[in-house]
């Protein structure tokens, strides 16, 4: 049986050796080709990054066991906790000779101390939740219909601006199961919001109300929406609205700037068309009230009427500059 390894020591471009286990070191890559593409119109794919690498490391001399590249994608985005000394050497070459390129030491120590915390706070298995939550199998069967790939939009106001960010639902491994979903945000021009979120999905199945919550990734933050499911809004356009459907509620979270707990709408366009760049995280970020149809007129149903609806300031804030004085 081949060795395994759960730690790789990986050498940071100004000589530092740090250590990190199989898990991190896989998120890592990830970050790494988040952050590359970070600015860039035509962004690169992770599969493709990974294979662009993996094809630079088969250079002469680098003597190494390289994991097939059909399976080089789930290698790195489902990572095992050990993995055999071949695979653990590819990884660490991975960084030394390809992905480090144009980093800093500062920015991959700051990644890396990123991701140590997200793994501390990590949301427990599904479940556990279940259990807590009192998930049933019959409240969770419509819900599996929901399951699927969503551009998730919401109106910003402290700039004129859209937010597109990826959701992704995952179907449930056990009837008595939340959900799980991944939502990757945008870092807009002026900062704020969370590049990632974590957490889980269940449903009240006498009144068709979705719970979802997650944690925003490296931080101790926890954003909880109520969703409802709804028909894309093109029904009357169409003669008939199609099969999928979307999400639509209010999100309670912080404020970007000033970090106050408030309310908005959001709502999450169930995908059903492909990406126009290989991969809808691609199209993740702030846009314009006037590109917005340009740049999802038609991938997004209804977009039109979804713009109106998110463009009505209903939110609620804890504190508002219009609050009585007491």
């Known amino acids: 049986m081949a060795a395994l390894q759960s730690e790789i020591s990986i050498t ?6 740090v250590a990190l286990d199989i898990r991190t070191a896989c998120r890592l890559v990830r970050a790494i080709v ?14 493709d990054a990974y294979l662009a690498a993996w094809e630079r490391l088969q250079a002469p001399g680098l003597d190494l066991e390289f994991p097939e590249p059909s399976r080089l994608e789930k290698f790195i985005s489902k990572p095992y906790a050990r993995v055999p000394t071949g695979e653990a050497a590819f990884l660490k070459a991975l960084f030394e000779h390809s992905f480090f390129s144009g980093l800093s030491d500062s920015w991959i120590r700051s990644a890396i101390e990123r991701l140590r915390r997200s793994a501390q706070t990590q ?3 599904p479940t556990f939740w279940g259990n807590l939550l009192g998930v049933k199998p019959e409240s969770q069967q419509w819900l599996s219909s929901l399951a699927g790939e969503y551009l998730l ?24 199961e939340p959900l799980q979903f991944r939502t990757h945000g945008a870092v807009g021009p002026f900062g704020g919001d969370e590049p990632f979120v974590e957490g889980l999905v269940w449903a009240q199945a006498d009144t068709n109300i979705v719970f ?32 999928q459907r979307d999400l639509a509620g209010i999100r309670l979270g912080l404020g970007r700037f000033d970090k106050q707990p408030r309310a908005y709408r959001i709502w999450c366009s169930r995908v059903m068309t492909p990406p126009p760049e290989g991969d809808w995280r691609n199209a993740i970020g ?12 038609s991938h997004i149903l209804g977009l039109d009427w979804i713009m109106s609806w998110l463009a009505k300031e209903h939110y609620v804030m804890l504190r508002h500059p219009d609050d009585p004085t007491y």
Do not use: W
């Open 212 to 243: 979802c919550v997650g944690r925003v990734d490296g931080r101790g933050e926890v954003r909880s929406s109520i969703l409802r499911p709804i028909d894309k809004p093109v029904g009357r356009a169409l003669g008939r609205a199609p099969p």
């Open 34 to 47: 988040d952050e590359k593409n970070r600015g860039l119109a035509a962004k690169q794919t992770y599969k």
């Open 12 to 17: 940071l471009p100004g000589g530092e050796a």
């Open 123 to 125: 949301i427990p298995r």
């Open 286 to 297: 702030e846009y314009p009230l006037d590109e917005m149809p340009g740049r999802f007129g």
């Open 153 to 176: 939009l919401r109106r910003l106001f402290t700039v004129p601006n859209f937010q597109v960010s990826f959701l992704t639902i995952d179907r449930a491994r056990k009837p008595n």
